[in-house]
């Protein structure tokens, strides 16, 4: 005879109950994208479960994470079934993996070339709208101590306050700077605005035995180095 289904088999659920007890059975790294996003919104419509729903929700992104975190509130309720909280819940668990990642590079700490530069700062700039100018503080050894936000819009020399970057870097005992902005055309070329920002800093803080390391221009998915290119 025939043994009975168990009913707790995941098959033996409701379509809308099964991610959840697929991650409880089979663990996280079983699920698919769709699927975790299903566990976020708990239902779907009447037409679709959750998985089905987020599975047509990622397509309209081409199954990009990135490019779903970058939706508004607004684009992702145009999905039927997806309301305002369900909307807020999908963009929050977004916005935290995006953190996880900028945390993660954080710990390291130790910066060893340009690719970890990018590691670090692509989560905090690289998917912004706006342009952003970051100061990172360096020791003796390439450690991070911290990172500042410097400004926040377009660059320009006028826009750069080079006393209050160095007084800061003296303050944390900083032997070394990083400069670190974002691009959001997605162009990897410095402007002329660029290379005036760098050289003023590189000037001031010489006067102090500070040096700056790096200059990167960050997109989402690229970077170009100063150093790299030999421009400092």
Not at 93 to 120: D, H, M, N, P, Q
Not at 132 to 159: A, D
Not at 163 to 187: F, M, Q, W
Not at 200 to 228: G, N, P, R, V, W
Request: proline content about 2%.
């Amino acid at each position: 005879m025939q043994e009975k289904p168990s009913s707790f088999s995941i098959k033996n659920w409701s379509q809308d109950d099964q991610p959840r007890e697929k991650l409880l059975y089979k663990g996280k790294a079983a699920l698919s994208d769709a699927e975790l996003v299903a566990i976020l919104i708990g239902s779907g419509n009447r037409q679709e479960s959750a998985v089905d729903l987020c599975k047509r929700i990622l397509a309209s992104t081409d199954n990009n994470l990135s490019a779903l975190g970058k939706l508004s509130i607004n684009q992702l309720m145009e999905f039927k079934g997806i309301g305002e909280a369900k909307a807020i819940s999908i963009i929050a668990a977004l916005e935290l993996g995006r953190r996880r990642r900028g945390e993660e590079a954080l710990e390291k700490k130790k910066i060893t070339s340009s690719a970890s530069v990018f590691e670090l700062m692509q989560p905090v700039i690289g998917e912004l709208e706006h342009e952003e100018f970051w100061i990172i503080y360096m020791n003796n050894s390439n450690k991070v101590i911290q990172k500042n936000q410097l400004s926040k819009g377009g660059i320009t020399g006028t826009l750069v306050d080079v006393r209050l970057v160095l007084k800061n870097a003296l303050e944390v005992g900083a032997t070394g700077l990083i400069l670190a902005h974002n691009h959001p055309s997605g162009t990897l070329k410095p402007s002329l605005a660029d290379k005036q920002v760098t050289e003023k800093l590189k000037i001031a803080a010489q006067s102090l035995d500070i040096k700056i390391l790096d200059h990167l221009i960050i997109t989402e998915k690229a970077y170009f180095s100063f150093a790299d290119e030999s421009l400092l």
